[in-house]
């Protein structure tokens, strides 16, 4: 007698019960073939027809026939009454200031000596450091409160500015981000 113990891909040579493992992967190659048509449908609805018919071309006009595919047509001159925006300069019917007339024997007048204002130094903050003893970086120096920098001495840190003092005047100063 045979012996029916002996199994196949498809499962047991004698009409058996398929293997589970078996049984899944005869779905899965299923699936896969399946799918790889669908795929390969809509591949070529989306990409393999091209164009069925197209309108037939224009007749074109001897015009268009003699002129270059890309010619270009200057425009017009701008009015000489317009303003040049990138010019740094006053129109010219700006009227001059003429000094007021001096009669001869005037003295001239007293001018008091005023200390010179001072000027603000130009910092620049590029990196905070925020914390509990917050820094920054101003003109490329890091800095605390308290520090001095270009002549200006850091009064405040917070998140996103530092303020400065300088002669008794205070600004702040963004981060540049």
């Given amino acids: 007698m045979a012996d029916r113990s002996q199994s196949s891909v498809f499962g047991k040579a004698g009409g058996g019960h398929d293997d589970p493992e078996a049984a899944k992967q005869k779905k899965m190659a299923i699936m896969m073939g399946v799918l790889f048509v669908v795929f390969g449908i809509i591949l070529f609805m ?29 425009p017009d001159e701008y009015p000489a009454t317009l ?9 010219d019917d700006t009227p001059a200031v003429e000094p007021a007339p001096v009669e001869p024997g005037t003295p001239e007048p007293e001018v008091a000596d005023t200390p010179p204002v001072p000027v603000r130094p130009e ?55």
């Fill in 46 to 74: 989306m990409f393999g027809r091209g164009k069925t018919s197209s309108p037939p071309p224009k007749e074109k006009t001897a015009a268009q026939a003699t002129a270059p595919k890309d010619a270009w047509v200057s």
């Fill in 83 to 91: 303003r040049d925006p990138m010019a740094y300069d006053f129109p």
């Fill in 123 to 177: 910092l620049v903050v590029t990196i905070i450091m925020f914390s509990d003893n917050p820094e920054a970086e101003v003109n490329g120096q890091y800095v605390g409160v308290g520090k001095d920098v270009s002549g200006a001495t850091v009064t405040r840190i917070t998140i996103d500015r530092v303020e400065f003092e300088m002669n008794g005047e205070r600004w702040t100063v963004k981060h540049q981000r």
